[in-house]
Nanobody
Framework: VQLQASGGGLVQAGDSLRLSCTAS????????MGWFRQAPGREREFVAT??????SVYYSDSVKGRFTISRDNAKMYLQMNSLKPEDTAIYYC?????????????????WGQGTLVTVSS
């Protein structure tokens, strides 16, 4: 399975961006999906996750209320509003091993190549 993330870019603080992720396998719609990010010099961290049918979502405290995760079968989105400089990172989408949402990177089997989001102050 290949995951293709897109939508990153350079924006100013307070702006919005929408990230997209497409899985190559149609049956990926049966799996949970998630977004993680890694800032320079920092470890990868969980951002948001969604279960197979979109009925269950979770967010990290740092993005809750600003980011919205959604999906349409094997495509996943991350709407990012009110962006802050601390949101600057490479954002990775991932496909879970199971149908449920998960905040742990260990529960994801496939990873995309990442898309860079840079937020200037």
């Amino acid at each position: 399975v290949q995951l293709q993330a897109s939508g990153g870019g350079l924006v100013q603080a307070g702006d919005s961006l929408r990230l997209s992720c497409t899985a190559s396998r149609r049956t990926s719609s049966n799996n949970g999906m998630g977004w993680f990010r890694q800032a320079p010099g920092r470890e990868r961290e969980f951002v948001a996750t969604i279960n197979w049918n979109g009925g269950s979502v979770y967010y990290s405290d740092s993005v809750k209320g600003r980011f919205t995760i959604s999906r349409d079968n094997a495509k996943m989105y991350l709407q990012m509003n009110s962006l802050k400089p601390e949101d600057t990172a490479i954002y990775y989408c991932a496909l879970a091993r199971r149908a449920c949402a998960s905040t742990s990177a260990n529960n994801y089997q496939y990873w995309g190549q990442g898309t860079l989001v840079t937020v200037s102050s």
